[in-house]
T-cell receptor, first 114, second 114 residues
Framework: AQKVTQAQTEISVVEKEDVTLDCVYE???????LFWYKQPPSGELVFLIR??????QNEISGRYSWNFQKSTSSFNFTITASQVVDSAVYFC???????????FGRGTQLTVWP | KAGVTQTPRYLIKTRGQQVTLSCSPI?????VSWYQQTPGQGLQFLFE???????NKGNFPGRFSGRQFSNSRSEMNVSTLELGDSALYLC?????????????FGEGSWLTVV
């Protein structure tokens, strides 16, 4: 069965702090895809990254970085030098090769205080 | 390039009524999927359409239905509304079906059932 767990329900940090959002997944497929989305209060899910199961290279995009470790079934997301505009709910999601549907975690509410 | 567009953004309905939500995918995208987001259940997959055919369906009662038109635009319908149907309904599109696609979301339709 497919499952995505985001154990951190809420995280609060002060601006300029680094913060890591955890994501652990379960799947029996050998080919799968992992995603992170950001959801501001407006409701739209904003795509941040997609990673396939064969690519364990870490990725950095500006202040964002992602650490994918198949050995621990984790796909963690780090924001460096957080800003107030980073405040949102962040979702980790999984899809498998055959079907495009996403299995979402419950999300982590990140609040960055000035 | 325009994103995924959903209408209406907000609506209030009475129990027992029905509702139709519309979604225009990103130009060139042929797969459209729908998700329901509630505080209690989180983000749940409703169904996916590709080339006017339902490709995949989540675990929702038959009151939830959808369709896709030849221009890839999609509608979902909920009949005999219940209070528990109050939710954010998110439409997403991707170029093709299957797990290797990046899935982009619209801003959602906020449905309140009273």
């Amino acid at each position: 069965a497919q499952k995505v767990t985001q154990a951190q329900t809420e995280i609060s940090v002060v601006e300029k702090e680094d913060v890591t959002l955890d994501c652990v997944y379960e799947t029996r497929d050998t080919t799968y895809y992992l995603f992170w989305y950001k959801q501001p209060p407006s409701g739209e899910l904003v795509f941040l990254i997609r990673r396939n199961s064969f690519d364990e290279q870490n990725e950095i995009s500006g202040r964002y970085s992602w650490n994918f470790q198949k050995s621990t079934s984790s796909f963690n997301f780090t924001i460096t030098a957080s800003q107030v505009v980073d405040s949102a709910v962040y979702f980790c999601a999984l899809s498998e090769l055959a079907l495009g549907r996403l299995y979402f975690g419950r999300g982590t509410q990140l609040t960055v205080w000035p | 390039k325009a994103g995924v567009t959903q209408t209406p953004r907000y609506l209030i309905k009475t129990r027992g009524q029905q509702v139709t939500l519309s979604c225009s995918p990103i130009s060139g995208h042929r797969s459209v999927s729908w998700y329901q987001q509630t505080p209690g259940q989180g983000l749940q997959f409703l169904f996916e359409y590709f080339s006017e055919t339902q490709r995949n369906k989540g675990n929702f009662p038959g009151r939830f239905s959808g369709r896709q038109f030849s221009n890839s635009r999609s509608e979902m319908n909920v009949s005999t509304l219940e209070l528990g149907d109050s939710a954010l309904y998110l439409c997403a599109s991707s170029p093709f079906t299957g797990g290797g696609n990046t899935i982009y979301f619209g801003e959602g339709s906020w449905l309140t059932v009273v």
